[in-house]
């Protein structure tokens, strides 16, 4: 049985790619989901057969994810009686004409959450069945349809066709180069054809945000120098932030800094920094602006991330207290930062001889 239902259809080709100052070409529209599903296509198909059987319910929306504090999308299937079937959302790069020969290197980068999923758990015998997957279609010289795909699943041994997730938590994945990840002994890729997201199984829900495809050369980012406070957090204070200031190297400008790019990381987990512009830090020049830590007389841009959640990212270090952390982002211009601070993390009760 193959049932293909459209959701929220958007037939608007776009035939420029964004290419920024890094030399990085981006080949998504809308991967944050800030537009809803604008450029994405949603549908579905199951492999049951049996009469009478329809196929379960299936669902496709953008939520507001209160942890990325940013809307996501969210895909669900129930009711699937234990029979096989994908929900995907999908978008056309046909349009682009990418000649691969010209991208050396592509990548994809998104955030994943897997909230449930019902069975298959590594994805089945034949590794298609992950409740979360990425895939890349591409067409070689005859015009031969082929796939990269990776997925995420909530058991098994981490391999080169997907990783392991804990449930219910984000994940932040990064690819390596498709180009050299697609077997050796396929055509060579030509032009890319479609991306797609989504999950397969029986029952399953998860969800999706920040999801990038881009054509390098990847440059690598520009360091900043971070500077962290507290310095010392105790997981049990009542902090309400956790403010970093970052300042980067000649040549380059704290205010041209776009906040809605910046990233804690430990350990490839991640928070976003605040961007309601409720407050004065994120909507005040002055505010945010500040010289306050590495060189004097170069301007920082201070952002701020909910304590609560770099507490949750720490919890697991019990009785470890140097934590580097890391903060990422991107200037307006597509240029990449990326610097690291180290401070002392508490876990209360615990007594730590410093
Ligand atoms: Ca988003
Ligand atoms: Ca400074």
């Keep these: 049985m193959k049932k293909p239902l459209l959701f929220g259809i958007s037939l608007a080709v776009m035939l420029s790619v964004a290419v920024s100052a890094t030399g990085i070409t981006k080949l998504l529209t809308n991967g944050d989901f800030s537009d809803g599903l604008k450029n994405w296509r949603a549908w579905y198909y199951c492999g049951g057969g049996i009469p009478g059987y329809t196929g379960g319910d299936f669902s496709t929306n953008v939520v507001y994810d209160s942890e990325l504090d940013s809307n996501v999308l969210e895909y669900k299937r129930e009711n699937s009686q234990g029979f096989g079937g994908d929900v995907v959302v999908s978008q056309w790069l046909r349009q682009l004409n990418v000649n691969l020969d010209e991208c050396p290197e592509l990548y994809v980068e998104a955030d994943v959450k897997v909230i449930s999923e019902s069975m298959f758990g590594d994805g089945g015998i034949i590794r298609t069945f992950f409740p979360a997957y990425i895939q890349v279609y591409y067409h070689d010289a005859r015009g031969h349809v082929w796939r ?9 041994n981490q391999d080169k066709d997907y990783d392991v997730v804990t449930i219910n938590e984000w994940y932040h994945y990064v690819s390596p180069n498709i180009l050299l990840d697609i077997d050796p002994i396929l055509p060579r890729p030509l032009k890319l054809s479609s991306f797609q997201l989504g999950g397969a199984g029986a029952d399953f829900q998860g969800r999706f945000d920040n999801v990038k495809l881009y054509c390098g050369p990847k440059i690598p980012p520009i360091s900043a120098c971070i500077d962290i406070d507290p310095d010392t957090l105790r997981t049990k204070s009542n902090s309400k932030w956790i403010t970093a200031h970052i300042e980067l190297p000649e040549g380059y400008e704290a205010k041209d800094i776009n906040i809605d790019t910046v990233l804690l990381n430990i350990n490839g987990r ?65 240029t990449f930062f990326e610097g690291s601070d180290i401070i002392r993390a508490i876990k209360q009760g615990i007594k730590i001889k410093i």
């Excluded at 990776?150 to 058991?155: C, M, P, R, V």
């Excluded at 004065?280 to 991330?305: H, I, N, P």
Aim: hydrophobic share 35%; glycine share 10%.
């Design 148 to 156: 990269w795909k990776h997925g995420f699943s909530l058991s098994g």
């Design 270 to 334: 991640t928070v976003p920094a605040v961007t309601d512009e409720k407050y004065g830090f994120v909507k005040s020049e002055e505010s945010y602006l500040t010289d306050q830590a590495c060189e004097e007389g170069v301007l920082e841009r201070m952002v701020r991330f909910e304590a609560s959640k770099v507490k949750k990212l720490l919890s697991m270090y019990i009785g470890v207290y140097n934590i580097e952390i890391t903060i990422t982002g991107e200037l307006f211009d597509g």
